[in-house]
């Protein structure tokens, strides 16, 4: 972040749903042209924050700034906004072109203005021959597009997306992430949050990492990797009493953690082949029958691991 | 700007979904035919005559039934054929023409033609009142003849003759004129114009609920989230769905309207009266329609007991059947639902020539029913759309 006042300010963020805390105390700042991505598993508490930051949910503590507008005080905030929700939220029945003027008039767009910035929007999304067919007849991957063409077509200075490959082929996944690289470099700031360490580490310009309500860490992905040192993270494929190995584990010296989840057993360590052998004697010992071995460098996913003792999968 | 874009996204769905147009558009016309020609059955009578050898005289008061327009005449060769026939209830009566009637009224003689009915049955003791008033009619006349052709040259068939023209031809004549004490009387319109304006009451209400299932539909589409985004007020959002749902019930109420003047042949009564009692009407609607899509939580629900309920308050209100037959408890429970006052209002715009202020009472009372319901409906749709 250089000295410039950031696009989306975000201060002390709470929310309460009865008992649970959905969003706890969460704060950050997005600048123009940069993509920020919030990592964590479903129910951590994501799609909550991205409410709050587009004004759906009015925050029960802090702030939401948006170019120094204050979004549920000053209606004029959420038109800099352009939000892409994690469900397809189009009429069925209508075509594409009929939903994006409908949706356009509620940004006030109209008339020839209107009609460029849909061709735009189609373009951009690569469904400039579909803008007069129902969107029934659309693929998932294509509706997925025509959704984000939605949220661009009134070029808002903030784009929010909320999980938007969830349910989508490879194909249509690679064309997705490929736009919204493509849009942080036109100066557009994008707020991306997903469960898929891969997708945030190759859009996100930097990454929290929320879990539990709690935005645990931020950074680049070298920033948030520095923070585990030289450690490995060693995958295993395996079957048997994982949760058992998994405590067996974190036992071993030089072992920082291991967590076990759907049928594979993730462990951090400061060296991974110096402790793989007393791993795989572990293994023996409850006994589990392993699969698969793989000692890889640091990523996300161990940082995660690290951080809040959870697999991002769980 | 926004609001008219959310109104014009609601009626374009509605009209390009062939099953909202088939209930639309389709059903309501069928409706109004049917019971259009069943309640126009009930003003014309069907009267058995039975002609045992009545002569001139008897042929005389068969075309007299046949002329007048409320009997439908069909003959029976025996009376036994014809009592039959009405305790069957094939004909509402019959009439026995006796053999040597006009022999009989000739010679100036009584004649006594038998007229065949049952007393418990309303209809058949009108059709029997009408049948006595045809032949009440033609011994006017026969008594007219055998006047003149006694105290003058003239035979009795030249007399009889002089005195039939003088009755149809209107000469000197007293006739009653009756009026009601009570302008709310039982006073209805016949065929088409009882059930055209009660159709439209009914469907317009009934589309109304079912299209309740519209806005479930956008709300678990995520699209009320989605306009929950845009700069765009929750207020904004409930005024364009609410002009959405009244201008469908004003496009079918004046489909209804149109298909019953043009091809049913309705009057509609005084045409600001009617335009007002459609636009509140269509109000109402708006407000059921709205309070249907926040009180049902699935387009399922809405489409199932919708019709449930709209035939329900249909039936009380008197769109089925008038509320002058049913008991004065089952009336004043009637005028709990909006239809009772809508059909009030046009039962004195058709049957009673009403004004826009003869039917003031009716409009206030559907002014508040539809404020009730779009202010209700309104709470719980702001819920809906507005940040929570």
């Known amino acids: 972040m250089g000295a410039m006042s950031p696009l989306l300010e975000c201060r002390g963020l709470a929310k309460r749903f009865g008992d649970r805390t959905a969003v706890d105390d969460v704060s950050f700042e997005v600048g123009a042209g940069e993509i920020y991505g919030l990592l964590g598993p479903n129910g951590a508490g994501k799609t909550t924050t991205i409410k709050m930051v587009c004004g759906l949910l009015a925050p029960d503590a802090g702030t939401v700034l948006v170019a120094g507008r204050s979004m549920g005080e000053d209606l004029s905030a959420k038109s800099l906004v352009g939000y892409v929700p994690q469900d397809v939220a189009l009429y069925p029945d209508l075509t594409a072109m009929e939903n994006l003027t409908f949706l356009g008039r509620l940004y006030r767009l109209g008339g020839k203005v209107l009609e460029e910035r849909i061709e735009e929007a189609l373009e951009l999304t690569e469904l400039t021959d579909r803008g007069g067919d129902r969107v029934e007849s659309f693929s998932g991957g294509m509706k997925r597009r025509l959704n984000i063409a939605a949220g661009l077509l009134h070029r808002p200075e903030l784009l929010v997306l909320d999980e938007p490959t969830v349910g989508v082929d490879p194909q249509s996944r690679h064309a997705i992430l490929e736009r919204v690289r493509e849009l942080g470099t036109t100066g557009m700031g994008v707020v991306y949050t997903t469960h898929y360490m891969e997708e945030a580490e190759r859009v996100c310009d930097r990454v929290a990492i929320v879990d539990r309500g709690r935005l645990v860490a931020e950074g680049t992905r070298r920033e948030l990797v520095a923070q585990l040192g030289e450690r490995d993270r060693i995958d295993l494929t395996a079957t048997g009493d994982l949760a058992e190995m998994a405590r067996r584990c974190r036992a071993i010296v030089g072992v920082d953690d291991a967590v076990a989840a759907d049928g594979s057993l993730q462990v951090v360590a400061d060296d991974g082949r110096k402790v793989l052998p007393a791993i795989l004697q572990a293994a023996e010992a409850v006994p589990v029958a392993v699969d698969s071995v793989q000692v890889v460098e640091p990523d996300l996913e161990a940082v995660f691991l690290h951080l809040t003792g959870t697999a991002l999968r769980e | ?388």
Request: include cysteine; charge should be positive; proline fraction near 3%.
């Open chain 2, 1 to 388: 700007m926004s609001a008219l874009a959310i109104t014009a996204t609601a009626v374009r769905r509605v009209l390009r979904d062939r099953t909202a147009l088939f209930f639309l558009v389709v059903l309501p016309v069928v409706v109004i035919l049917i019971i259009g020609f069943t309640v126009r059955g009930f003003s014309t009578f069907r009267v058995g005559v039975v002609d045992l050898g009545a002569g001139a005289a008897g042929r005389d008061v068969t075309t007299a039934l046949t002329h007048t327009g409320d009997l439908a005449v069909q003959r029976f060769t025996t009376t036994r054929a014809a009592a039959q026939a009405v305790a069957r209830g094939q004909i509402s009566t019959a009439v026995v023409l006796p053999a040597g009637m006009d022999a009989a009224l000739r010679a100036g003689r009584t004649v006594d033609v038998g007229v065949v009915s049952e007393q418990a049955d309303t209809a058949q003791q009108a059709a029997a009142q009408a049948v006595t008033t045809v032949i009440s009619r033609h011994g006017a006349r026969v008594q007219a003849a055998l006047f003149a052709a006694a105290r003058s040259p003239a035979s009795f068939d030249a007399a009889l003759a002089r005195a039939s023209a003088l009755q149809e031809g209107g000469g000197a004549q007293v006739t009653v004129a009756s009026r009601q004490a009570d302008r709310r009387a039982n006073v209805l319109p016949q065929g088409f114009e009882y059930s055209a304006p009660t159709e439209l009451v009914l469907f317009v209400f009934l589309s109304a609920l079912t299209g309740g299932a519209n806005v479930i539909d956008s709300r678990r589409l995520g699209i009320y989230e989605r306009v929950a985004a845009a700069p765009v007020r929750a207020s904004t959002v409930v005024v364009g769905e609410a002009l959405g749902f009244a201008a469908i019930a004003v496009m079918q109420a004046g489909l209804i309207v149109l298909v019953g003047a043009v091809v049913f042949g309705v009057s509609w009564g005084n045409p600001p009266a009617a335009a007002v009692l459609v636009v509140l009407w269509a109000l109402v609607g708006a407000g059921a329609g709205m309070l249907s899509g926040t009180l049902f939580r699935t387009p399922e629900q809405a489409t199932a007991v919708g019709p449930v309920v709209g035939i329900a308050f249909a039936m009380l209100g008197g769109c089925m059947w008038p509320l002058s037959i049913v008991s004065s408890t089952m009336r004043e429970v009637g005028h709990v639902t909006p239809h009772a006052w809508a059909v009030d209002a046009w039962t004195a715009l058709l049957a009673r020539h009403g004004t826009l202020g003869s039917i003031g009472r009716e409009l206030a009372v559907l002014a508040a029913f539809a404020a009730g319901f779009l202010v209700i409906a309104t709470r719980r749709f702001a819920r809906v759309v507005a940040a929570r």
